[in-house]
């Protein structure tokens, strides 16, 4: 069987624009259809671009015709349009629009019409008097919308002949505004004239435009049937809104409300409105603004504009339309916040304020929006009276609506029915229909256990009567799990002891959990009550010191030591360890007394001294740590040198203390950087990873790190000592230029020469980790120090190095605020050489801030001329440019300068262009 051949629909062909020359009435056959290709919009432009080119060449008859049939066509689309000037001005440039009102007011004004334009509209004929409105509503309208500061429009319809587009294009349309501007006088004139007027008018058809162009004697003879009708209400009422607005523009506000009362006024005269075209968002805000309401044809005034009425009359009826809105749900919250703030500044104490907190609130619930809990709080304790009103703002809003609606407002009470007072007036208001008998049982039952008071271990309850045990102590025990004050657990410990004299509780959380050594001396202990003091105390800190609590961590801990100090030694001075950590943590620099810094210094060189003694619990690795940054921090570097005990972390604080107190000398702490750098190196080695003996013990070889990469990141972040972030911010810096062997990318640092230049084996070491971690570090003292030149410095370079140039520049200007006294001085040459300069520049010249890199080509020595010869010939430009010319001093660009805008005014003849010449001298 052979396939069928199903046959190709052929694809229409598009009409082109020059078709129509050829057969001018197949244009309103086209345009009839609704999907015509191409569309008015398209033929519109094409008619009035291709008039344009040919304007420039009407050496023959031929061509004569030619434009004139364009300029008809174009007409005719125009008034297919209806005249509609928002839907032409969406259709054409600027220009183009100027152009097809220009031609069409010509059309009219033909000598063997005899009519002359005369100030009063009346003896106008229909088609004159329509070719004339619409120039001069368009013209106001031109006015209006380029008196604000726009984009300038992407060119993508035809171009502009004779040259650039976008040049072109903008010289046009501001010569077209300037003439525009030029008579506006004229155009208001007209404008107002024409009010007066009170016959029905026409407006031109396409067959109007061709009788008028082509048959001039036919289109006498047309009678009015033939004519597209308007009436006088829909000819004043647009012109009534186009005045208004430019009253408006021009700040006459009581002009403005005159027109625009009387638009509202014949609105109901208007129906089915063919040539007025009103924005009614517009109208709307431009009545609002002059005080007027706005209401559409046959309806009621909004329940926003009911609200902005009764606003103006005291809050009239106020209450009533709020809760009318929380059923119809029209205004949105942010105006309903308005109205509550408005009423807070005038009546702030005021039971209506209540009220309209509690119709938002109500809204609010209803929306789902989460409740100011100052609102909440305020209804509990508000009047009897207010707690009435709330229930019948609730009823009135759910009594009719779905079940979803009444669950919200259900649970939003159970929320709040902690409040007796509350719940009476839900008891005694229709509000008691949403709640079954059950629900509404167990809401009384709820306030009922609330209003008892605070559980207490003192008093004989009915669970003690009742000798119910086990109940009795997890009531305890979960008092036990939330509090953190150390006489409370002493009580409730001692009630628990009491009832079960024989078991310890310090197994209730799987999160208590402290160090062995500290458990294997508890555990000794006899008294389990004292083991459980002890044991609860050391957890408790545990906790406040991770939420910063540090005084309860304190006042804990000292708890624990008194309990201790008479049957362990050896546990009450690892406790006092654990108190000097928690003095630390609370401590900031700069806020001791110098016996209270002897006092610190002596006791964290006591914690350190029993690091690795036999006959003392060794401190946490995080007590050391802590005790060793607070010699740092205060520069103590003998101090830190004289610890004998060297776990890792005393290693590192060890190293840096030997370069920072020579670090004056740079000859003299070489050695020391040496073997700080290598520890650095190790760390950030792909091989830096535990080595494990036999027995499974770490093992300690010859090359391992000193410490785990995030421990050491941890560490050096703590450190608020200035020199020692400079030395280990240097220290990676250097590290990281090494490792990426980039001369031009390389990042700044304060001691370039106290470093090696080279690393053994380059290939171990991660250099991902030390760029992240060297970043990470510059970021954190800069926080910490935010005025520090060099680190600044060092921060624009790593913004350099990853092409993020706007953050370079910002921090390049931050690092020479300070010496340059914000730039009053010149910028040290030791801070900004040669090659920051020309780092700025490239940072510019990468953001199209073209103007700037030729400033700035002016600090390089010798000035770099063809740089900035090159920058000012650049036609895209994002900086300041006109406001930046008076910082030239160099006379070699100033001069090339002054060269280029005079070609811009021999070119454009641009008065902007004239102003920034006139300003360079």
Same mark, same amino acid.
């Given at each position: 069987?052979?396939p069928?051949?199903?046959?190709r629909?052929?694809?229409?062909?598009?009409?082109?624009?020059?078709?129509?020359?050829l057969?001018?009435?197949?244009?309103?056959?086209h345009?009839?259809d609704?999907?015509?290709?191409?569309?008015?919009s398209?033929?519109?432009?094409?008619?009035v671009?291709?008039?344009i080119k040919?304007?420039?060449?009407?050496?023959?008859?031929?061509?004569?015709?030619?434009?004139?049939d364009?300029?008809?066509?174009?007409?005719?689309?125009?008034?297919?349009?209806?005249?509609?000037?928002?839907?032409?001005?969406?259709?054409?440039?600027?220009y183009?629009?100027?152009?097809?009102?220009?031609?069409?007011?010509?059309l009219?004004?033909?000598?063997?019409?005899?009519?002359?334009?005369?100030?009063?509209?009346?003896?106008?004929?229909d088609?004159?008097?329509m070719?004339?409105m619409l120039?001069?509503?368009?013209s106001?309208?031109?006015?209006?919308?380029?008196?604000y500061?726009?984009?300038?429009p992407?060119i993508t319809?035809?171009?502009?002949?004779?040259?650039?587009?976008?040049?072109?294009?903008?010289?046009?349309?501001?010569?077209?505004?300037k003439?525009?501007r030029?008579?506006?006088?004229e155009?208001?004139?007209?404008?107002?004239n024409?009010?007066s007027?009170?016959r029905?008018?026409?407006?031109?058809?396409i067959?109007?435009?061709?009788?008028?162009?082509?048959?001039?004697?036919a289109?006498?003879?047309?009678?009015?049937?033939?004519?597209?009708?308007?009436s006088?209400?829909?000819f004043?009422?647009?012109?009534?809104?186009?005045?208004?607005?430019?009253?408006?523009h021009c700040?006459?506000?009581?002009?403005?409300?005159?027109?625009?009362?009387?638009?509202?006024?014949?609105?109901?005269?208007?129906q089915?409105?063919?040539?007025?075209?009103?924005?009614?968002?517009?109208?709307?805000?431009?009545?609002?603004?002059?005080?007027?309401?706005?209401?559409?044809q046959g309806?009621q005034?909004?329940?926003?504009?009911?609200?902005?009425?009764?606003?103006?009359?005291e809050?009239?009826g106020l209450i009533?339309l709020?809760i009318?809105?929380?059923?119809?749900?029209?205004?949105?919250?942010q105006?309903?916040q308005?109205?509550?703030?408005?009423?807070?500044s005038?009546?702030?104490?005021s039971?209506?304020?209540?009220?309209?907190?509690?119709c938002?609130?109500?809204?609010?619930?209803?929306?789902?929006?989460?409740?100011n809990?100052?609102?909440?709080?305020?209804?509990?304790?508000?009047?009897?009276?207010?707690?009435?009103?709330?229930?019948?703002?609730c009823?009135?809003?759910?009594?009719?609506?779905?079940d979803?609606?009444?669950?919200?407002?259900?649970?939003?009470?159970?929320?709040?029915?902690?409040?007796s007072?509350?719940?009476?007036?839900?008891?005694?208001?229709?509000?008691?229909q949403?709640?079954?008998?059950?629900?509404?049982?167990?809401?009384?039952?709820?306030?009922?256990?609330?209003?008892?008071?605070a559980?207490?271990v003192?008093?004989?309850t009915v669970?003690?009567?009742?000798?119910?045990?086990?109940?009795?102590i997890?009531?305890?025990?979960?008092?036990?799990?939330?509090?953190?004050?150390?006489?409370r657990?002493?009580?409730?410990?001692?009630?628990?002891?009491?009832?079960?004299?024989?078991?310890?509780?310090s197994?209730?959380?799987e999160?208590w959990?402290?160090?062995?050594?500290?458990?294997?001396?508890?555990?000794?202990?006899?008294?389990?009550k004292?083991?459980d003091?002890?044991f609860l105390m050391?957890?408790?800190s545990?906790?406040?010191?991770?939420?910063?609590d540090?005084?309860?961590?304190?006042?804990?801990?000292?708890?624990?030591?008194?309990?201790?100090?008479?049957?362990?030694?050896?546990?009450?001075?690892?406790?006092q360890?654990e108190?000097?950590?928690?003095?630390?943590?609370?401590?900031k620099?700069?806020?001791?007394?110098?016996?209270?810094?002897n006092?610190?210094?002596h006791?964290?060189?006591?914690?350190?001294?029993?690091i690795?003694?036999?006959?003392?619990i060794?401190?946490?690795?995080?007590?050391v740590?802590?005790c060793?940054?607070?010699?740092?921090?205060?520069?103590?570097?003998f101090?830190?040198?004289?610890?004998?005990?060297?776990? +890792?972390?005393?290693?590192? &604080? !060890?190293? /840096?203390s030997?370069?920072?107190k020579?670090? #004056?000398n *740079?000859?003299?702490?070489?050695?020391?950087?040496k073997a700080?750098?290598d520890?650095?190196?190790q760390?950030?080695s792909?091989?830096?990873?535990?080595?494990?003996?036999?027995?499974?013990? +770490?093992a300690n070889?010859? &090359? !391992?790190? /000193?410490?785990?990469?995030?421990?050491?990141? #941890?560490? *050096?972040?703590?450190i608020?000592?200035?020199t020692?972030?400079?030395?280990?911010?240097?220290?990676?810096?250097?590290?990281?230029?090494?490792?990426?062997?980039?001369?031009?990318?390389?990042?700044y640092?304060?001691?370039p020469?106290?470093?090696?230049?080279?690393?053994?084996?380059?290939? #171990?070491v991660?250099?991902d980790?030390?760029?992240?971690?060297?970043?990470q570090?510059?970021?954190?003292?800069?926080?910490h120090?935010?005025?520090?030149s060099?680190?600044?410095?060092?921060q624009?370079?790593i913004?350099?190095g990853?092409s993020?140039?706007?953050?370079?520049?910002?921090?390049?200007?931050?690092?020479?605020?300070?010496p340059?006294?914000?730039?009053?001085?010149?910028?040290?040459k030791q801070?900004w050489?040669?090659?920051?300069?020309?780092?700025?520049?490239?940072c510019c010249?990468?953001?199209?801030?073209?103007?700037?890199?030729?400033v700035?080509?002016?600090f390089l020595?010798?000035?770099d001329?063809?740089?900035?010869?090159?920058?000012?010939?650049e036609?895209i430009?994002?900086?300041?440019?006109?406001?930046?010319?008076h910082?030239?001093w160099?006379m070699?660009?100033?001069?090339?300068?002054?060269?280029?805008?005079?070609?811009?005014i021999?070119?454009?003849g641009?008065?902007?262009?004239?102003d920034?010449?006139?300003?360079?001298?």
């Amino acid at each position: 069987m052979e396939p069928q051949i199903i046959p190709r629909v052929p694809t229409p062909v598009p009409i082109l624009w020059f078709e129509f020359l050829l057969n001018q009435n197949q244009l309103e056959t086209h345009l009839s259809d609704p999907d015509a290709d191409p569309s008015a919009s398209q033929l519109l432009m094409q008619f009035v671009d291709q008039s344009i080119k040919a304007q420039g060449n009407l050496e023959t008859s031929v061509q004569v015709k030619k434009v004139r049939d364009l300029k008809i066509l174009a007409l005719k689309v125009a008034a297919h349009m209806k005249w509609n000037l928002g839907i032409i001005q969406e259709s054409l440039p600027l220009y183009m629009v100027h152009k097809l009102l220009k031609d069409f007011m010509e059309l009219v004004s033909n000598p063997e019409l005899k009519e002359q334009v005369m100030t009063t509209s009346d003896r106008l004929d229909d088609h004159i008097l329509m070719a004339f409105m619409l120039f001069n509503r368009w013209s106001v309208r031109v006015i209006i919308e380029n008196s604000y500061p726009t984009k300038p429009p992407k060119i993508t319809g035809p171009q502009a002949p004779n040259g650039n587009a976008a040049l072109n294009v903008a010289g046009i349309n501001d010569m077209v505004i300037k003439t525009v501007r030029d008579m506006t006088n004229e155009s208001i004139q007209f404008m107002e004239n024409s009010l007066s007027m009170a016959r029905d008018i026409t407006i031109p058809t396409i067959e109007t435009i061709h009788k008028l162009s082509y048959e001039f004697p036919a289109f006498l003879e047309m009678s009015l049937s033939d004519h597209c009708h308007i009436s006088n209400a829909e000819f004043i009422q647009q012109l009534c809104f186009d005045l208004g607005s430019y009253y408006f523009h021009c700040g006459q506000i009581e002009k403005t409300a005159g027109m625009l009362k009387k638009a509202l006024d014949i609105n109901s005269q208007v129906q089915d409105p063919v040539y007025c075209d009103i924005n009614k968002q517009k109208l709307k805000g431009l009545c609002a603004a002059c005080n007027l309401d706005f209401m559409p044809q046959g309806s009621q005034p909004s329940l926003e504009q009911r609200l902005a009425s009764s606003l103006k009359e005291e809050y009239k009826g106020l209450i009533d339309l709020l809760i009318e809105d929380n059923i119809l749900k029209e205004v949105t919250l942010q105006y309903r916040q308005l109205i509550q703030h408005d009423v807070h500044s005038k009546q702030p104490t005021s039971d209506l304020y209540l009220q309209v907190c509690t119709c938002n609130a109500v809204r609010q619930i209803m929306d789902g929006v989460p409740l100011n809990p100052k609102y909440i709080q305020m209804l509990k304790t508000a009047s009897k009276e207010n707690i009435t009103f709330f229930t019948m703002v609730c009823w009135k809003t759910v009594q009719n609506s779905d079940d979803r609606l009444k669950e919200k407002i259900k649970l939003f009470i159970r929320t709040i029915s902690s409040s007796s007072d509350v719940l009476r007036a839900i008891g005694s208001s229709e509000l008691k229909q949403l709640f079954t008998k059950d629900e509404f049982t167990e809401l009384i039952f709820q306030v009922d256990n609330q209003s008892r008071p605070a559980f207490s271990v003192r008093s004989n309850t009915v669970l003690q009567q009742k000798a119910n045990k086990a109940l009795y102590i997890g009531q305890i025990e979960q008092q036990l799990l939330t509090t953190n004050q150390h006489q409370r657990i002493q009580t409730l410990l001692t009630e628990l002891h009491r009832v079960a004299p024989n078991k310890r509780h310090s197994g209730l959380s799987e999160l208590w959990k402290i160090d062995k050594s500290y458990s294997f001396i508890i555990d000794g202990m006899g008294n389990k009550k004292l083991q459980d003091v002890v044991f609860l105390m050391l957890v408790k800190s545990r906790h406040c010191l991770q939420i910063k609590d540090f005084k309860t961590a304190r006042s804990l801990l000292t708890t624990a030591f008194d309990a201790v100090k008479d049957t362990s030694l050896k546990l009450g001075k690892a406790i006092q360890h654990e108190i000097l950590h928690v003095d630390i943590c609370a401590l900031k620099l700069g806020q001791q007394t110098a016996a209270e810094k002897n006092n610190m210094t002596h006791r964290a060189m006591g914690c350190l001294g029993t690091i690795q003694s036999d006959r003392d619990i060794p401190p946490r690795p995080e007590i050391v740590e802590r005790c060793l940054l607070y010699l740092l921090n205060y520069g103590m570097w003998f101090t830190v040198l004289n610890v004998k005990q060297r776990p +890792p972390v005393v290693q590192v &604080g !060890q190293m /840096l203390s030997e370069i920072c107190k020579d670090i #004056s000398n *740079i000859n003299s702490c070489r050695r020391q950087a040496k073997a700080l750098w290598d520890s650095f190196v190790q760390i950030f080695s792909s091989s830096n990873q535990l080595k494990r003996s036999a027995n499974g013990k +770490p093992a300690n070889k010859a &090359g !391992q790190a /000193l410490m785990n990469r995030m421990e050491f990141l #941890s560490f *050096i972040q703590l450190i608020e000592e200035p020199t020692v972030m400079s030395v280990i911010a240097s220290c990676l810096i250097k590290l990281h230029n090494v490792l990426k062997d980039d001369a031009g990318n390389e990042v700044y640092h304060q001691y370039p020469n106290l470093w090696p230049t080279t690393i053994t084996n380059v290939s #171990s070491v991660v250099t991902d980790a030390v760029t992240s971690g060297m970043t990470q570090y510059v970021q954190h003292i800069i926080q910490h120090n935010p005025h520090q030149s060099s680190w600044l410095k060092s921060q624009a370079d790593i913004h350099y190095g990853d092409s993020q140039h706007a953050a370079a520049i910002k921090f390049y200007l931050q690092s020479a605020m300070l010496p340059s006294n914000f730039f009053t001085s010149p910028v040290p040459k030791q801070l900004w050489d040669d090659a920051v300069y020309r780092r700025i520049i490239k940072c510019c010249s990468y953001l199209k801030c073209h103007t700037q890199v030729a400033v700035f080509c002016q600090f390089l020595e010798p000035v770099d001329h063809p740089t900035a010869f090159k920058a000012l010939q650049e036609r895209i430009c994002y900086d300041a440019m006109d406001c930046l010319y008076h910082c030239f001093w160099d006379m070699g660009i100033l001069e090339y300068l002054i060269c280029i805008l005079n070609m811009v005014i021999c070119i454009c003849g641009n008065p902007t262009s004239h102003d920034c010449f006139r300003a360079l001298f």
